[in-house]
């Protein structure tokens, strides 16, 4: 029997786009798989995880779903329910269980800088968008990554709402039924390692640590993420 090829499905996460997922785009769809790389609005975690939940139902066949960081909350809830998607992986991810916020999470565990990094700038009606502030966002977000590419990345990032990254996720997580893996980025400034480990374990992960690796592993790392990402699809497509 011919295994059907998954759809890979990547969500970025907050002060990024779909564009930090070209190196393993490339290598992805030069192994023969069919990717895309969903818009993740970060404008609410609810909103957000809707839109992804939509994208996926329009999706034939099986779907392999990788989100990095914020990213990692919004497939969280997203996937629930969804049996075409056969694995979750987490990059860098946050894995919430219900009632738990990005925010929360990130300031469980010391070691993270995400909080002197971000640089506020208010909207109309009370909400704020929140960037990681460029001057800080090569040492912070991006150690692993050359300084000119970093500071691409800085110039191109996208914001997300302080609403975002508060709200705690809400029902059933998916990786309570789905099998899921964990890329651990070892020298993490925003997502302390030890807050990923404990994740990690708590859903049962397949782990991956890669040393010395920032946030931004699967830039710096495209090779390791993906070999995960592969190996995810391996074990259950």
Same mark, same amino acid.
């Given at each position: 029997m011919i295994r059907e090829s998954p759809t890979i499905v990547l969500v970025h996460g907050a002060f990024a786009? %779909?564009? !930090? @997922?070209?190196?393993?785009? &490339?290598?992805?769809?030069?192994? !023969? @798989? *069919?990717?895309?790389?969903? *818009?993740? =609005?970060?404008?609410?975690?609810? %909103?957000?995880a809707a839109q992804v939940k939509a994208l996926l139902a329009a999706i034939e066949g099986p779907i392999v779903l990788v989100g990095h960081s914020y990213g990692g909350a919004v497939i969280s809830t997203a996937a629930?329910?969804?049996?075409?998607? &056969?694995?979750?992986?987490?990059? $860098?991810? @946050?894995? =919430? +269980?219900?009632? +738990?916020?990005a925010k929360a999470l990130v300031e469980k565990f010391p070691g993270s800088t995400v909080g002197e990094s971000l640089k506020p700038v208010p909207l109309p009606g009370g909400q704020v968008d929140l960037y990681i502030d460029p001057g800080v966002f090569h040492s912070h977000f991006a150690a692993d990554v050359p300084a000119e590419e970093a500071t691409l990345f800085s110039i191109t990032q996208r914001p997300a709402t302080g609403q975002a990254l508060g +709200? *705690? $996720?809400? !029902?059933?997580?998916?990786?309570?039924?789905? *099998?899921?893996?964990?890329?651990? %980025? !070892?020298?993490?400034?925003?997502? =302390? =390692?030890?807050a990923q480990e404990f994740m990690a374990?708590?859903?049962?992960? &397949?782990?991956?640590?890669? +040393?010395?690796?920032?946030?931004m592993v699967f830039v710096s790392r495209p090779g390791a993420t993906v070999a995960l990402i592969e190996k995810a699809v391996n074990e259950n497509v």
């Open positions: 786009d %779909s564009s !930090g @997922f070209n190196a393993i785009t &490339k290598r992805l769809v030069a192994d !023969g @798989f *069919p990717v895309i790389a969903a *818009p993740n =609005p970060l404008r609410g975690l609810a %909103s957000d629930t329910g969804n049996r075409a998607v &056969k694995a979750l992986v987490y990059l $860098a991810a @946050f894995v =919430p +269980e219900a009632g +738990e916020s +709200e *705690p $996720a809400a !029902g059933l997580q998916a990786w309570h039924t789905i *099998p899921n893996y964990s890329l651990i %980025s !070892g020298a993490d400034r925003i997502i =302390p =390692p030890a374990q708590r859903s049962g992960a &397949k782990v991956q640590l890669v +040393e010395g690796a920032s946030h």
